[in-house]
């Protein structure tokens, strides 16, 4: 099992930054891809970004150029550096982490970003 937090959100205006961070542990040893995904009032959670282990990134076309995913697989940390952020970006950000070979997959509980004048 694999347990996951995030941290770092909060309220922004908008142009502003954050840096988002997500800690894994527990059975770590075989994540393969890590993820941020968000979820909007009334609407279903979206894809923001992955990494593969490998570092391969993916981008929502509506955050490219302005988000940035990284990871540091020695820590079990993932990170997402978001920049330019508007008030579309406003939603409960989500850590996941797929695991290889059993293709589970964990979630973290969520840090809300919020981005309002």
């Known amino acids: 099992q694999v347990q996951l937090v995030e941290s770092g959100g909060g309220l922004v205006q908008p142009g502003g930054s954050l840096r988002l961070s997500c800690a894994a542990s527990?059975?770590?040893?075989?994540?393969?891809?890590m993820g941020w995904y968000r979820q909007a009032l009334k609407k279903q959670r979206e894809l923001v970004a992955t990494i593969t282990h490998s570092g391969s990134t993916n981008y929502a076309d509506s955050v490219k150029g302005r988000f940035t995913i990284s990871r540091d697989n020695a820590k079990n940390t993932m990170d997402l550096q978001m920049n330019n952020l508007r008030p579309e970006d406003t939603a409960v950000y989500y850590c996941?982490?797929?695991?290889?070979?059993?293709?589970?997959?964990?979630w973290g509980q969520g840090t809300q970003v919020t981005v309002s004048s």
């Open positions: 527990g059975s770590t040893f075989n994540i393969a891809t």
């Open positions: 996941s982490t797929t695991m290889r070979f059993t293709n589970n997959v964990y």
